[in-house]
């Protein structure tokens, strides 16, 4: 199949590999935003979205070194083997730049909202390093590969380590967040009045997409299935304050079959999905 004429860039493999599968609802659901030699971005006003966005939000309050600050960390893993649980509709190949595509869109989404020297991405191998650099992180700390809450806890540290009382993290794959809702969370998490979690749920309300934790040094980490009743018993279990925040932009997920098939409708409706003019960028339990 041809690719089309907006499309020339070698880069958009998966838009291309869509139409050859004729299945272009893949194409519309997955507009990799990754460019590994630097190229034209597939949607020349990304970039400009994403400023204008950002100016639309909310200033940020306080500055780095407060302790009523807070940081951004991003935990990313590794593109090559991931989304696992999409291997009975996507072949490996599709699913690493699945995978791109939707941290590529976190990675944007964080750097249009947050201050860069407050934004951090946990992760390891090469395709991590190119991706944060493409976005312009200034912060890259390596990941064991040991999980979400241990890479978590490794971002954890380093916002400490600058002075900052607050810690937000979010997944690095969310198909529909936009800069406003990373904007929001900033907020969210300046907002703290003192010690206590804030837990974003997933869109069945027992996975938790986002988290903001003060102070960040707090053992309250238990990504996985049912985290949010578990992050809710360790903030307990620590005498920390807890509730729970909802954001659409922050509750879908892209993991399994069934997540896939319900974006691909949402958008196909022209609705649900369709948070940004028809282009989306990208748990069972988190």
């Given at each position: 199949a041809s690719v089309p004429k907006q499309y020339s860039n070698h880069t958009h493999a998966l838009m291309v590999r869509a139409h050859c599968l004729n299945k272009p609802s893949y194409a519309r659901c997955f507009p990799a935003e990754i460019s590994w030699d630097d190229e034209e971005p597939l949607h020349a006003g990304d970039r400009a979205e994403g400023r204008a966005a950002a100016e639309a939000c909310r200033p940020v309050r306080e500055g780095r070194g407060s302790p009523a600050g807070?940081?951004?960390?991003?935990?990313?893993?590794?593109?090559?083997?991931?989304?696992?649980?999409?291997?009975?509709?996507?072949?490996?190949?599709?699913?690493?730049?699945?995978?791109?595509?939707l941290q590529g869109r976190c990675l944007r989404c964080a750097m249009a909202a947050w201050p860069p020297d407050r934004v951090a991405v946990v992760g390891a191998g090469e395709e991590v390093r190119a991706l944060a650099a493409r976005h312009g992180v200034r912060v890259r700390l390596e990941d064991a590969g040991a999980g979400q809450s241990a890479a978590v806890a490794i971002g954890a540290r380093w916002v400490a380590d600058q002075g900052l009382g607050r810690l937000a993290t979010v997944a690095g794959d969310l198909p529909e967040v936009e800069p406003g809702d990373l904007a929001w969370l900033r907020d969210l998490a300046e907002g703290l009045p003192g010690p206590g979690v804030v837990a974003i749920p997933d869109r069945a309300g027992s996975g938790t997409n986002a988290l903001v934790i003060c102070p960040?040094?707090?053992?309250?980490?238990?990504?996985?299935?049912?985290?949010?009743?578990?992050?809710?018993?360790?903030?307990?279990?620590?005498?920390?304050?807890?509730?729970?925040?909802?954001?659409?932009?922050?509750?879908r997920d892209c993991d399994r079959p069934e997540d896939l098939a319900l974006l691909l409708a949402g958008w196909g409706r022209g609705g649900g999905g369709a948070r940004s003019a028809g282009r989306p960028p990208g748990s069972a339990g988190r």
């Open positions: 807070a940081g951004l960390v991003l935990p990313l893993k590794a593109p090559v083997g991931g989304k696992q649980r999409l291997a009975g509709v996507l072949p490996d190949a599709e699913r690493r730049l699945v995978a791109l595509s960040p040094a707090a053992d309250v980490l238990a990504f996985g299935p049912d985290s949010l009743a578990r992050h809710r018993r360790r903030a307990a279990e620590l005498d920390l304050s807890f509730r729970v925040e909802r954001r659409p932009g922050l509750a």
